[in-house]
């Protein structure tokens, strides 16, 4: 009878050569344009805990894997890859953010503004001059008068208002829209600076309308808007000179900001109606 010896391979602890190569990838950032490349290598399977310790020792920077991959000699084969890609994730929400940043910066804002709770309060006293028709027009899109204006310079705003209104089978709510605008548009040239007076006491401000601008009766309205800006600027510089003296009481309404503030409302009344009366007229509204 024949016996069949079955030689042992040499233990893997005690020098075998017959350790099994593991091919395990690299993941590096050396790609062109923040690609990725990955290259191959072949990695000795780590066969005693010295052994292991050293080749974890290069990837310390990376995530630990569980006990029981290391004891298998997996740590550097399985989760190299599955962070790279955390890390290209992370990278590619940095971008984002980086570009709605830029986006944001770039959407035009208008140079002066009121604060959002008084346009509304200059819409209301606007509307008092106008046309009937037109008031009531502005009257029943109130909700829309109400919205936050959108950043559109006056001139371009007062010209898609008249469109939206001449429009047919136009939106009626995308005519109030654009009404809403111009008006916060115009309002705007007015612009005191002094929100927390306008914020505080614009309900008590005494409205004057100044009447319809001549040029605005012609249809002028590059020579009234030119004409308001100057004027505008010219008037808050004078009563901010004024403002420098001493206040001689405590009383708000005598104050030289409450009276600043006063007087730029009731402009930008006036102005407001006037811009309106324009684009109505322009979009052959009834002026009775």
């Not at 310390?60 to 955390?86: D, N, T």
């Not at 008068?145 to 939106?171: F, G, M, Y």
């Not at 030289?256 to 006063?262: E, L, T, V, W």
Request: charged share 25%; aromatic share 8%.
């Amino acid at each position: 009878m024949t016996v069949r010896v079955r030689r042992k391979a040499p233990l893997l602890s005690r020098g075998g050569v017959t350790a099994t190569s593991r091919k395990c990838r690299e993941a590096t950032f050396d790609g062109a344009g923040g690609g990725v490349l990955v290259k191959k290598s072949d990695l000795l399977a780590n066969t005693t805990p010295s052994a292991r310790n050293k080749v974890a020792a290069r990837y310390s920077s990376w995530p630990r894997s569980h006990p029981s991959s290391a004891e298998e000699g997996s740590f550097a084969c399985f989760r190299l890859v599955p962070s790279m890609k955390q890390g290209l994730e992370v990278a590619k929400r940095i971008r984002f953010l980086v570009s709605l940043l830029l986006f944001f910066a770039l959407i035009p804002t208008p140079v002066g503004a009121w604060p959002p709770a008084s346009y509304f309060r200059i819409f209301q006293d606007a509307r008092k001059p106008l046309p009937k028709a037109l008031s009531t027009f502005l009257n029943d899109f109130e909700s829309i008068l109400r919205s936050p204006c959108r950043p559109v310079p006056v001139e371009q705003a007062i010209r898609q208002a008249i469109s939206r209104l001449t429009q047919k089978d136009a939106n009626p709510r995308d005519a109030a829209a654009a009404m809403r605008d111009a008006g916060c548009a115009a309002a705007d040239i007015n612009d005191p600076k002094l929100d927390s007076m306008v914020s505080s006491q614009a309900n008590r401000f005494s409205v004057v309308f100044y009447g319809f601008d001549d040029r605005m009766l012609k249809g002028d309205i590059k020579g009234f808007l030119a004409a308001r800006k100057d004027e505008s600027e010219r008037l808050l510089q004078r009563l901010r000179r004024y403002s420098e003296l001493p206040d001689q009481s405590t009383a708000v309404e005598t104050s030289p900001q409450y009276g600043i503030a006063s007087i730029a409302f009731s402009h930008a009344v006036t102005d407001v109606a006037n811009v309106w009366f324009h684009i109505w007229k322009e979009a052959r509204g009834d002026l009775r």
